[in-house]
């Protein structure tokens, strides 16, 4: 078809209204002269007229075929089909209303979900040819150590360059003070390999590698040059204040670069040379210190296996020549969340989530399926109708198919209206932490082919069901009312999509009680420790320039101040607390140990902590004596230990006494006490080995001071910040709060499955109540008439409903229990994620048998109280 | 083929002009069905062979008449020497030997 073909087929489409008079009036014409020529034939006028007609044949056959040269008729006969379809939806409102709202939930859920999807593991980072950048895994996790870094670096034959990065906290000055930041250290070849060009300035080069300490240069995020520095267009070049060190501020990223991990948004990145003067301490020279991540782009023509391949030479080259690498791997995978150790749960639990929201759909399509399926019936006559004045099947198919096309586009519009809201809501939403969490899940071109190419086929698959039965319906049976009997006898497919949908809704209600009951739970889950009642700042003496000695000096006197507020039964503090973010390990040996390989190792937890922290936090000591001022660095070290590491290292539960080894050939520590299990890292995790050292005795420029009283938390809190910004207007102080508000982080993954589960527990109930509803009115008005007729002949009230139920509610019923014991089987893999999770649990079973039976029966109540009403005068008269 | 030679030899014409003018010419023998003209002369307006324009008939009643355009030629040329390479094989199977 050339190009002028088509331009005059599409013209066609506009003065396709006057077409057809056109065509008429051409064939008038053409009788006109033909008549003309009988009547020269000598033919009387009114013969010669019905001579010509007759010639001419059918002229409005004529017109169809003509019209059907120009290829458009599937159009006509679509906007015919559309406008029938319409008219239809209009009639029916009520069916309208319900498929496509039922439609809208589950393509909105879909879309909801597939975008969260798509942000988190689908979407590339902002970076040139994301795809050439892989993630170097050490031995299944993200952290390698700087000199293991420099030798992979110089040693590999794959990479075209291999970089470093490390999240930090920093101070920054702007002119409203000190404020802590969360940034990037990065190697100097950072940027350059991510082949991202700066906003502003210019980045960092290998320049920037050559001597700790020797580059004091920073780039802003977009984000921070905008909000911290007004957006400065001089920006570049001017000297900033960074942990109290003047820092040359080279340039400014691009607005949409936030750092190379995906759930951490960076304001601010440093050379990683600079690491000793940020951090406080150096781990540049340390080989078994692990606290940097690895990335890099690979050679063009690489390929992930060749490079895994010269990576596996290199890990055993290093695990041979360092015990600290022993069992070294290395892996490639993609960046963005640490790695794959990151990567592989989310993706699992998107997946997961995503299976739930396709459950939830099938479920909406199963209830359209029956739905129309029962209308279908009542439609049978007017589909008769036209089968019998000369419709093809193919027609009515189409037609058939066109109507819930048409629903699935209204349900995937109003769906992805919903989605839209649902997802701005999320995009705003911020998790209480204290870290810099985006969640980015603004919807791109994917999330819109997802839901469209969803719209349309949930059209498809309900509409096939009702265009198969008007396929093989005889017009005969209906057009004689016959075919009715027939179809209550007989096992339809509504009668299998209404249990299968129930118990798809059975399986999620149950799966969502069991994760709400388990999040209940796990409230009063032993943490170790206990959070109410205790306010907690943070702040970090390192980033204001503080020394050891200063800083030891300094936390003192925060502590007597918060200790002196009023309400305040006692304070301590200490580097970190359990279940926040910042969490260290260390590597313990028991006393004996001589052969120091990682093997022979535990590894624990470990916190600094001051005196009287056991009371201040509500952990209990079942053995021995909490720190005190006496164990100072000039007394002999010791050691608090948790149960788990007690019972490991020392073989015995009674442990007190007993010393251990911090470190290959490192430092005995006496053990003074026992402190009770709790969870250090996850509220998820087997119990784990954890110690505590006294602080005074080791140092830790990182604070957390922690306050018990049975005062609001927060209103604590903000007092306690006040004393300490008394003592030091220019120190950072952050997570102001709770305790609670701390762990936000360890609660968040059962958050989020919680939420999840709870709405599509709720979407599914809804999806059940219109489903059985939809079944339920369709029963009553089918039978109308057999009602009427057994109440004329003195049927009771139980005696219809009983005709009328006992099958939808037999079917209810077999769906309910199988999506029961699906729910339970399903929920052993809930209990993964959500702790505490239990299917064995007799509450939740039972609330989901209670909610399921209420759902029966506030879906039926409409039905059956139409049935009880019909009056048998008017329902013979029907029809 | 025997519409665009009608078109070609007539100038403009109708649609009943055609019909009459391939009727008289094959002396009767060919009747133009009304049903196949009609679709046939929309499948020349898509293809860009003809043009249409409503004009006064010689009795005075308005009609829709066909104008060949030079594609129309083109095609009408092609089909003609197609026809005749056709109609010469077949002459030359029948003739007798």
Redesign the interface.
């Known amino acids: 078809m ?1 190009p ?2 088509l331009w ?2 599409i013209g ?1 489409l506009r003065r396709r209204p006057e077409f057809n008079s ?2 008429e ?3 008038r ?2 009788a ?3 008549a ?2 009988y009547r020269q034939d000598g033919v009387g006028a009114a013969e010669a007229q019905h001579a010509a007609m007759r ?4 002229p409005t ?2 017109t169809e ?7 458009w008729s599937w159009l006509e006969a679509f906007a015919q089909d559309t406008r029938y379809a319409f008219r239809v939806m209009r009639k029916s409102p009520a069916f309208t209303f319900i498929a496509v709202v039922s439609l809208a939930l589950g393509i909105g859920a879909n879309t909801v979900v597939f975008s969260v999807l798509n942000a988190m593991v689908l979407k590339a980072l902002p970076i040139a040819d994301a795809s050439r950048v892989f993630f170097v895994n050490n031995s299944g996790g993200p952290a390698q150590s700087f000199p293991n870094y420099r030798d992979i670096r110089d040693r590999n034959s794959v990479f075209d360059s291999l970089f470093a990065y490390r999240i930090a906290m920093m101070s920054l000055d702007d002119d409203r003070g000190a404020h802590r930041v969360w940034g990037y250290l990065v190697t100097g070849n950072y940027f350059e390999s991510l082949g991202i060009h700066p906003a502003l300035g210019r980045f960092f080069t290998p320049a920037e590698d050559l001597h700790p300490n020797a580059s004091p240069y920073a780039v802003l995020s977009y984000a921070c040059w905008q909000n911290r520095f007004g957006g400065d267009p001089q920006i570049a070049g001017k000297d900033i204040r960074i942990n109290g060190h003047p820092y040359t501020v080279l340039g400014v990223a691009p607005r949409e670069f936030h750092g190379t991990e995906i759930f951490y948004w960076s304001e601010i990145w440093v050379p990683m040379m600079m690491q000793p003067q940020i951090e406080g301490h150096s781990w540049l020279e340390v080989r078994n210190t692990f606290d940097a991540w690895v990335a890099g782009r690979l050679k063009p023509g690489v390929t992930v296996q060749q490079a895994e391949a010269n990576l596996h030479v290199i890990a055993a080259q290093l695990a041979r020549d360092y015990t600290s690498n022993e069992g070294m791997r290395l892996t490639l995978g993609v960046p963005g969340m640490m790695g794959s150790a990151g990567r592989e749960p989310t993706r699992a639990f998107a997946g997961a989530v995503m299976l739930l929201a396709a459950l939830v759909l099938l479920a909406a399509c199963a209830n359209l399926a029956s739905l129309s399926a029962a209308r279908m019936a009542d439609r049978g006559r007017d589909l008769a109708i036209r089968v019998s004045i000369g419709a093809g099947g193919g027609r009515i198919v189409r037609q058939l198919l066109t109507e819930s096309l048409w629903i699935a586009i209204l349900g995937g519009a109003s769906g992805c209206a919903l989605a839209m809201i649902l997802l701005r809501l999320l995009s705003q939403w911020r998790a209480q932490l204290d870290f810099p969490v985006p969640f980015d899940v603004s919807p791109d071109w994917r999330v819109f082919l997802f839901a469209s190419a969803v719209a349309i086929l949930t059209g498809m698959l309900f509409g096939i069901g009702p265009a198969r039965h008007a396929w093989k319906a005889d017009p005969a049976l209906h057009l004689k009312g016959t075919a009715i009997a027939r179809s209550t006898r007989r096992w339809a497919a509504r009668d299998v999509l209404l249990p299968v949908q129930i118990a798809l809704c059975c399986m999620l209600v149950t799966a969502s009680l069991v994760a709400v009951r388990g999040l209940m739970r796990s409230f009063q889950t032993p943490l170790g420790f206990r959070p109410d009642g205790a306010a907690v700042i943070g702040y970090d003496v390192g980033l204001a320039g503080y020394n050891e000695d200063r800083g030891r000096v300094f936390e003192q006197r925060a502590l007597e101040a918060v200790a002196h507020l009023p309400g305040v039964e006692s304070a301590a503090y200490s580097s970190s607390v359990p279940l926040s973010i910042d969490q260290s390990n260390t590597t313990i040996y028991s006393e004996g140990t001589t052969d120091f390989r990682p093997r022979n190792a535990q590894s624990a937890t470990y916190f600094y902590v001051a005196p009287s922290y056991f009371k201040t936090a509500g952990t209990r000591l079942v053995g021995g004596r909490e720190f005190n001022a006496g164990d100072k660095s000039d007394a002999p070290p010791v050691a608090i230990v948790n149960q788990t590491l007690a019972r490991s290292v020392t073989g015995v539960a009674d442990a007190v006494g007993r010393r251990f080894r911090m470190g290959p050939g490192g430092r005995l520590y006496q053990i003074v006490a026992i402190a009770e299990d709790g969870k250090y890292q996850t509220l998820t995790e087997v119990p784990k080995p954890a110690v505590f050292f006294p602080i005074l005795q080791s140092y830790s420029p990182t604070i957390v001071l922690m306050a018990r009283s049975r005062r609001p938390e927060f209103e604590l809190a903000a007092e306690m910040r006040e004393a300490v910004g008394r003592l030091d207007p220019h120190l950072a102080v952050y997570g102001v709060g709770s305790l609670h508000q701390m762990l936000g982080l360890a609660y968040l993954p059962m958050h989020a499955a919680v939420v999840a589960l709870g709405a599509f527990g709720v979407l599914a109930v809804m999806l059940a109540i219109t489903g059985i509803y939809g079944l339920a009115a369709y029963t009553v008005s089918r039978r109308v008439r057999e009602i009427g007729i057994r109440v004329a002949i003195g049927a009771r009230p139980a005696q219809v409903l009983r005709l009328i139920f006992a099958r939808t509610g037999a079917l209810v019923a077999a769906g309910a229990l199988i999506g029961l014991a699906l729910g339970i089987a399903g929920a052993d893999i809930l209990a993964s994620v959500v702790y505490q999770a239990s299917s064995r649990d007799p509450v939740v079973i039972f609330a989901a048998v209670v909610s399921i039976a209420a759902v029966g029966l506030a879906a039926a109540y409409g039905p059956a109280r139409r049935a009880l009403r019909i009056d048998p005068m008017q329902a013979l008269r029907h029809d | 083929m025997l519409i665009l030679r009608s078109l070609a030899r007539l100038g403009p014409m109708h649609g009943y002009g055609i019909a009459q003018h391939i009727q008289e010419l094959s002396q009767e023998v060919l009747q133009v069905e009304e049903g196949s003209l009609y679709p046939a002369l929309q499948r020349m307006l898509i293809k860009g062979w003809v043009t249409a324009d409503w004009a006064q008939s010689e009795n005075n009643r308005r009609a829709r008449y066909y104008r060949l355009t030079p594609a129309g030629k083109k095609q009408l040329g092609l089909e003609m020497s197609e026809f005749d390479r056709v109609m010469r094989a077949i002459a030359n199977v029948i003739q007798p030997a």
């Open positions: 050339g002028g073909e005059r087929r066609f056109e065509i009036e051409e064939l014409f053409h006109a002269m033909q003309d020529a010639r001419l044949g059918n056959e004529i075929r003509s019209r059907d040269m120009w290829g």
